[in-house]
């Protein structure tokens, strides 16, 4: 299904294990009510956001609003590990990790639930029964309803499929105007340029297949086509946010909207993850549906090549 995903990165402070207060629990209220009136239902957590206070401050919230946890949706990651064991990150999908984690995520938000898990980055030392295992246990005690992955190709979802009796049912990858990498591999086959681009050949193409909805984190390309870094951050970038504004003009919306709508009207389904906790920033892209409905073959692709600052072969 597709549909903007509200990503809560950004709740709950920052990113040290110092608490949060008062301050940033109102901030997180703000941000989910300004989500909810643009008609997003579905909230992005991962276990590691903000050291965990991501998942605490929006738990809080949930505990102070009487239904809220009824009217939403909500999906949290696992399998990366931040300055432990002595190292500054490694991934980790054993199944006593999976179990540990989303126990832990379940506790600070403060539900029985999470509608969706993902596993977060890919773990060269995964062993994939191990991950049935802890994915049928979560499943069978009602505390995950269903299973995504995370940066993941689509040869990596087809080996974890063929093991698994429940679908994979999203894929969330950094997909924007200014990550391109997903449609510049569409188009480049048989072209050199196209070894510049590290995105996995036929992950578009096996999503789609498969119904697995591809969810694009880092789609508003942190504000570089709509914010003031636009004015200094290069002509390529100059031409494109000028194109953006146009487009807004034309279609009387936003530019926010202008960036989601284009990445919407891909066939693949694509559904953006907004992160911005700006109240504001969030509303304005509640019409990012519509620009997809209505923008054109050319204006795709006019954005597209400009961002890209060339032509296409």
């Known amino acids: 299904m597709q549909e903007l995903i509200y990503g809560c990165m950004g709740l709950g402070g920052g990113w040290s294990e110092e608490s949060y207060g008062a301050e940033q629990v109102a901030e997180a209220d703000a941000a ?111 505390k995950v309803r269903q299973l995504g992955v995370s940066n993941m190709s689509g040869a990596q979802i087809e080996a974890l499929q063929d093991r698994l009796d429940t679908p994979v049912v999203a894929n969330q990858l950094e997909m924007s105007l200014l990550k391109r990498a997903w449609v510049e591999s569409q188009v480049l086959v048989n072209n050199t340029a196209g070894t510049q681009y590290s995105f996995p050949t036929g992950t578009l193409e096996y999503c789609a297949k498969r119904g697995v909805t591809l969810q694009a984190y880092g789609s508003l390309a942190r504000g570089l086509y709509t914010g003031a870094a636009a004015a200094d951050a290069g002509h390529e970038v100059e031409s494109t946010a000028a194109l953006v504004a146009e487009l807004a003009a034309e279609y009387g919306t936003t530019g926010e909207s202008v960036l989601l709508g284009w990445l919407m009207k891909h066939p693949a389904g694509i559904s953006p993850v907004i992160g911005t906790v700006n109240p504001a920033r969030i509303a304005a892209c509640a019409d990012a549906a519509r620009v997809a409905e209505s923008m054109t073959r050319a204006q795709w692709y006019g954005l597209w090549i400009t961002a890209r600052g060339s032509n296409l072969p």
């Open 32 to 142: 989910i009510n300004a989500a909810l009136a643009a008609g997003i239902t579905l909230f992005d957590h991962a276990d590691i956001y903000r050291s965990g206070k991501s998942e605490q401050v929006f738990g809080d919230v949930m505990a102070a609003t009487p239904g809220l946890r009824d009217r939403i949706r909500l999906q949290t990651k696992c399998g990366i590990r931040l300055n432990e064991r002595g190292l500054q990150t490694h991934y980790d999908l054993s199944r006593d990790a999976i179990l540990e984690r989303v126990n832990g995520s379940l506790s600070r938000l403060q539900t029985e639930y999470v509608d969706v898990l993902l596993l977060h980055r890919p773990d060269p030392l995964t062993d994939l029964a191990e991950v049935v295992s802890a994915v049928g246990q979560l499943m069978a005690e009602g």
